[in-house]
């Protein structure tokens, strides 16, 4: 007989699994991919567990009984055995379960069994062995993007062979300790404590070792050198880049061209260009890519600029945005006049309204969302090497500023991966460090290792040997901490969690200086005007959307809230089931409040602010994107790019009511709260409709409730929207950049930017 020693401090669905000591173990147990492991009783335990809190139940004792049973069970009828099947084990639980009349455990332990059954199947048929154990969605979205795959697109990696892949191609760069830190990366990443950028989970240890997703490129104010550029980029796309400019060297329209007595076309019809080049290479069949292009609100075309998407389905391969200052701002606040420069001769050659240029800004993105404002002066603010050149352009998403010919190499850690304690959880610091540490190392070894498809970009990228560390999950952490994503509390978290990510990040980009040399252009850079001998990497941080990653964690994305807390999925038969947050299951199932049509309720509208059935605590702490005001939005970007070296790519989003003054509000309020950049998508704004969060569109103007001092409650109005069949197409178009999403299970991903969503 086998006994059974049991520690109990938590369980899995309370904190920690349960861990069951056995004296011996009888089997070896084949798993559903042909692997035989051996046989571990403390599973049974945990799933038992498992399903106990899926109904509300905390029973550890009971668990341990009825695994215990299990395990006697099958040592009785199967001791002759040396393999047994996992459905012979799960047979045998369910059987116990219904003989103990432990009816409600038994019904969701068969309905994990079912829910897992399914996506196994369905995993099948997406040709990929989960050999992590991650969530069907997760799965999904790294079959499409990461794994490598044979000539007729059929996956020949697993998962963990595609984490053991990327670890080996970088640890490379390690001169010693290799196998070390092999294992090391390959923990963090199998772990989803630490992803790395799409294009190094993707390219890294394959053939094509271009591992960066983002580039900027210097746009000169001639023919020749303009078609230079335009062939530089169209190679990074070609190698799955996208690319950043910034126009403003470009001569305005209609201006003498001295050579051919000729006038000028202007930036925008160049943006065409650089447009068709895109759509070109897409054509041709190569990864959709995007471009960012910013020009300076003192450029005599601005106000052409603002207005070039006036009809959306132009330039469907451009993001731009406004190259404001704070000089700019000021006098749109006062209403003064402002000059516009000719960038080829730097005479004025117009004065107009400051503030008739921003409101005009608002408009055209109240109306879908473009333009977007990066505020170059609080950008060069931070500019690690003065000395080398001004900050001019972003990457595609905005939070990465670059040098003309560098490229942005990014990853982000997985903060809800980092919680700890049973109860009232708290953030697990010193694992948080362990992390940072060894992101920081991973992302210098991929400027390392990276091949580089142009030899000026690899010369100016390990000059500075930039990276960008940032963060996701951060909604995720916060509703497990219970605390508002409105209140000071989330604030002050989102403080001290960026704090101290950035000294620790600091801390081990001088460690890896004094290890392996500082970046060449060290000398004359802020970092030895700080006292520092050593520096490893120009910046160290950036807070990315993770659209992507995030979905390949299973967590929120990048720094933003919810967008939705449950969508409809559809089943095996062609039925719609509601897919509810599963953090708020488990906190409407502590709290006692009856499902009876309650999780149908939420999967129409994806909030919970109207349903006064559930408890305001916890609606306090469930919020959605639609249900924050501008201010929880900006003030929470703000949190972050405190301590961020780079910037911060976030989407202000506004309700389908929101007036352009909202979006003026807005604005201002990122400039003056120190934010680099800002973007905003007012709800069913554009003609294609990415996301409708079922039958309902809340006005946030109306907010839920502010947990801020001295903010008074009101309640939230909320307004029938007519549905609109966003699943009837197979590609859409990302509310961040315009490029067209691509639809799996539920979920719309851009693969220009990474802008990723579940929707209804």
């Excluded at 997406?126 to 969530?135: A, N, R």
């Excluded at 998962?159 to 892949?165: A, C, D, E, H, Y």
């Amino acid at each position: 007989m086998i006994g059974f020693d049991v520690d109990i401090d938590g369980c899995a669905g309370f904190e920690r699994s349960v861990i069951v000591v056995y004296e011996m173990a009888l089997w070896q147990v084949r798993k559903r991919s042909g692997e035989p492991e051996d046989f571990d009783p403390a599973k049974i335990t945990r799933s038992i567990v498992m399903a106990q809190s899926n109904v509300g139940v905390t029973d550890a004792e009971t668990a341990k009984r009825i695994a215990k049973m299990a395990v006697s069970d099958l040592s009785d009828r199967l001791a002759s055995e040396r393999v047994i099947g996992t459905d012979e084990i799960g047979d045998t639980v369910e059987r116990i379960l219904i003989d103990e009349s432990l009816y409600v455990i038994a019904r969701a332990y068969i309905i994990a069994r079912e829910r897992r059954r399914q996506e196994r199947k369905a995993e099948k048929q997406l040709g990929v062995v989960d050999d992590v154990g991650l969530p069907y969605n997760s799965v999904v979205v790294i079959r499409n993007k990461y794994l490598r795959k044979d000539d007729n697109g059929h996956p020949v990696e697993t998962p963990k062979q595609m984490f053991l892949r990327v670890a080996q191609a970088l640890a490379r760069a390690e001169s010693s300790r290799k196998g070390l830190y092999e294992k090391r990366f390959f923990d963090v990443m199998v772990s989803l404590r630490f992803l790395p950028g799409g294009r190094t989970l993707a390219n890294a240890g394959t053939v094509n070792n271009q591992l960066a997703n983002c580039f900027v490129l210097p746009m000169p104010d001639s023919v020749e050198g303009f078609f230079e550029v335009v062939k530089a980029s169209s190679i990074l796309k070609k190698n799955g880049g996208a690319v950043g400019f910034n126009f403003g060297k470009i001569r305005p329209k209609g201006d003498i061209v001295a050579r051919t007595s000729g006038r000028a076309c202007g930036p925008v019809a160049l943006m065409k260009i650089v447009n068709d080049a895109s759509d070109i290479l897409l054509q041709a069949g190569g990864r959709r890519s995007g471009n960012m292009v910013i020009l300076p609100v003192s450029h005599p075309d601005i106000l052409e600029f603002i207005t070039c998407k006036e009809d959306e389905t132009l330039l469907p391969h451009i993001n731009y945005s406004l190259g404001v200052t704070g000089k700019f701002m000021e006098a749109a606040a006062k209403d003064r006049s402002w000059n516009l420069i000719n960038p080829r001769n730097g005479e004025v050659v117009n004065t107009v309204s400051a503030r008739s240029i921003l409101e005009l800004a608002c408009s055209m993105a109240w109306r879908n969302g473009d333009p977007g404002l990066v505020f170059l002066d609080r950008i060069n603010v931070d500019n690690p090497t003065p000395q080398v050149g001004v900050l001019e352009a972003v990457n595609l998403c905005g939070e990465q500023p670059l040098l003309p010919w560098e490229a942005c190499n990014l990853g982000s850690i997985n903060l809800a991966a980092h919680l700890m304690g049973n109860g009232k959880r708290t953030v697990d610091w010193e694992r948080l460090s362990e992390s940072v540490r060894l992101g920081i190392r991973m992302l210098d070894d991929v400027v390392t290792v990276c091949g580089y498809p142009l030899r000026k970009i690899q010369e100016v990228v390990r000059s500075n040997r930039k990276i960008g560390l940032g963060v996701m999950g951060w909604a995720d952490v916060l509703v497990r901490l219970g605390i508002p994503y409105t209140s000071e509390e989330a604030l002050r978290l989102a403080h001290r969690t960026m704090k101290f990510i950035r000294e620790t990040a600091e801390d081990e980009s001088q460690r890896l200086g004094r290890e392996k040399g500082s970046f060449p252009n060290f000398r004359g850079s802020v970092w030895e005007k700080r006292g520092f001998k050593h520096f490893r990497n120009a910046t160290l941080l950036t807070i990315a959307p993770t659209g992507s990653i995030s979905m390949a964690a299973g967590v929120s994305y990048g720094i933003e809230p919810l967008f939705a807390l449950a969508f409809y999925k559809e089943a095996m038969g062609g039925v719609q089931l509601p897919e509810v947050n599963s953090d708020l299951m488990e906190a409407l199932r502590n709290a006692g409040v009856e499902e009876n049509g309650l999780l149908d309720e939420v999967a129409q509208t994806g909030t919970i602010q109207h349903l006064t059935k559930i408890p305001e605590r916890i609606r306090r702490v469930f919020v959605t994107a639609h249900d924050l005001s501008i201010r929880d939005h900006v003030f929470m970007q703000a949190a972050f790019q405190k301590y961020t070296d780079n910037a911060v790519s976030k989407t202000i989003n506004l309700p389908h009511t929101a007036r352009v003054e909202d979006v003026e509000a807005a604005f201002v309020l990122a400039w003056k709260t120190g934010c680099k950049g800002i973007t905003v998508y007012r709800d069913a704004s554009r003609k294609v409709q990415v996301l409708h969060v079922g039958k309902y569109s809340i006005d946030t103007r109306h907010k839920t409730q502010d947990t801020r001092q001295g903010k008074k409650d009101v309640p939230v109005q909320a307004k029938k929207l007519q549905a609109s069949k966003l699943l009837s197409s197979s590609s859409l178009e990302c509310p961040q950049c315009g490029a067209m999403m691509q639809m799996a299970e539920g979920c719309a991903t851009c693969p220009s930017c990474a802008f990723s969503v579940c929707s209804l």
